[in-house]
T-cell receptor, first 111, second 112 residues
Framework: DAKTTQPNSMESNEEEPVHLPCNHSTISGTDYIHWYRQLPSQGPEYVIHGLTSNVNNRMASLAIAEDRKSSTLILHRATLRDAAVYYCIRVQYNQGGKLIFGQGTELSVKP | NAGVTQTPKFQVLKTGQSMTLQCAQDMNHNSMYWYRQDPGMGLRLIYYSASEGTTDKGEVPNGYNVSRLNKREFSLRLESAAPSQTSVYFC???????????FGSGTRLTVV
């Protein structure tokens, strides 16, 4: 199964770091790990992606385990606007690159 | 603005009617995708087009057809709408899996 495993929900306090875990134990060597988030009543929004090395961008950081069977999305300082459903997706490069969504993690941020 | 444009944004159909959802991207992306999202659920892939001239079934293709008209446009057709097709439909595009994907803002479809 190409889908990943994430906790159903997590809570965070505003201005604190958030670590969102994801398991993708059957990942293959050419699969990318993508993260998207979806705010209420909006389409998914790209957050970050990586292959083997840790990645940073203006939105977040992605830490990928050495064996690539898991990864963690890190929001360095959560804001109320970060409350959303976060999807970790394994993208199979050699099969049309299609995104197969799981249920995601619903992140709530408390002021 | 660059991105994925979906039309219409809202639509109400009667059971048995047909319609086409339109999607266009102006980022010169190779691949395009159609998803549906039911209330409280994650997105499910209906059809995708890995490159111009090709289309493939996704997780839930029954009741839908697609056309990759050119590199920019990818349409989704419901030939005979059913209440079970009431959903929000999202179109997405990508250059390759090594780049981020871009999603449209969605079409909210109600079949009565």
């Amino acid at each position: 199964d190409a889908k990943t495993t994430q906790p159903n929900s997590m809570e965070s306090n505003e201005e604190e770091p958030v670590h969102l875990p994801c398991n993708h134990s059957t990942i293959s060597g050419t699969d990318y790990i993508h993260w998207y988030r979806q705010l209420p009543s909006q389409g998914p929004e790209y957050v970050i992606h990586g292959l083997t090395s840790n990645v940073n961008n203006r939105m977040a950081s992605l830490a990928i385990a050495e064996d690539r069977k898991s990864s963690t999305l890190i929001l360095h300082r959560a804001t109320l606007r970060d409350a959303a459903v976060y999807y970790c997706i394994r993208v199979q490069y050699n099969q049309g690159g299609k995104l197969i969504f799981g249920q995601g993690t619903e992140l709530s941020v408390k002021p | 603005n660059a991105g994925v444009t979906q039309t219409p944004k809202f639509q109400v159909l009667k059971t048995g009617q047909s319609m086409t959802l339109q999607c266009a991207q102006d980022m010169n992306h190779n691949s395009m995708y159609w998803y549906r999202q039911d209330p409280g659920m994650g997105l499910r892939l209906i059809y995708y087009s890995a490159s111009e001239g090709t289309t493939d079934k996704g997780e839930v293709p029954n009741g839908y057809n697609v056309s990759r008209l050119n590199k920019r446009e990818f349409s989704l057709r419901l030939e005979s709408a059913a209440p079970s097709q009431t959903s929000v439909y999202f179109c997405a595009s990508s250059k390759t899996a090594s780049y981020g994907y871009t999603f449209g803002s969605g079409t909210r479809l109600t079949v009565v």
